[in-house]
């Protein structure tokens, strides 16, 4: 991991930690409200099996990692991670982010950077679809998440009492950052309107059975993208990375070589 020290427009420094793995077409993947630990065991088995360069940032605030008191919005993520792509001189990145990651993604296709060839939203959250709200995420019990976010819950959930008390800690001190960046309700009322402005190719994933935001959600996500795609995960929920990897890597690869500027080339066997 490094941590990269970056300026970035109407927020200043920012102190944002990095994972790198990989060689060949650069991804930037972005986590959800669970952390870090959502998508690296995923970033890895992407990395092994493609020609893919991927970078897995730690959201400021996250894992107890320092977050600037001007860094406080979904948009001033947005921001961050487009100075680390210029900071990094990267080229022809893929941005994929799962859940509030998705919501970062969607804000990055707004800012239109040249360095961004396509946007994939894996079970985003963000935008209000009337008669399919978001699940009220702070009022869970971790049973009752498990039970709207995976296809399998009794086999992925996971019950924090059995965890190691720093991992608890964590996981408390990754709830108050996502608070402060998504809010309660974890979308923004603007959010859809907003999106007839993307001109990035992108690519909408969602997992059939999400009950954290519904597949009518998801379908009403990428109806308001102009051009986006919209591709169903069978036997998967709201982290498809999770239960579904193979599947998921398949269809963010696919759209990655259909878009990129300089096809991403697969390693040879």
Known sequence: MT????????????DLAVTERGTGHPFLLLHGGGGPLTVTPWADRFAAAEHAHVLTPVHPGFNATPRPAALDSIAGLAATYVALLDALDLRDVTVVGNSIGGWITAEMAL???????????VDAVG????????ADFFSLTPA??????YHDPRTYGVDPAGLPPQVRDAMAGN????????????????????????????LVVWGEADRIGDP??????ADVIPGAQFTMLPEAGHLPQI???????????????????????????
């Open 111 to 121: 800012l239109r950077s040249p360095r961004v060839s396509g946007c994939v939203l």
């Open 175 to 202: 709830r108050v950052a996502l608070e402060a960046y998504a809010g309660r309700a974890m979308t923004d009322p603007t959010l859809a309107g907003r999106l007839g402005g993307v001109s990035t190719p992108t």
């Open 216 to 221: 009518d959600f998801g379908r009403a996500f």
């Open 127 to 134: 935008i209000e679809v009337p008669g399919h709200p978001v």
């Open 144 to 149: 009752g998440l498990a039970e709207l976010s």
């Open 3 to 14: 941590v990269h020290s970056l300026t970035v427009p109407g927020i200043g420094s920012v």
């Open 243 to 269: 239960e579904t990897p193979d599947a998921l890597s398949r269809a963010v690869w696919a759209f990655a070589d259909a878009h990129a500027t300089r096809k991403p080339a697969r390693p040879s066997a």
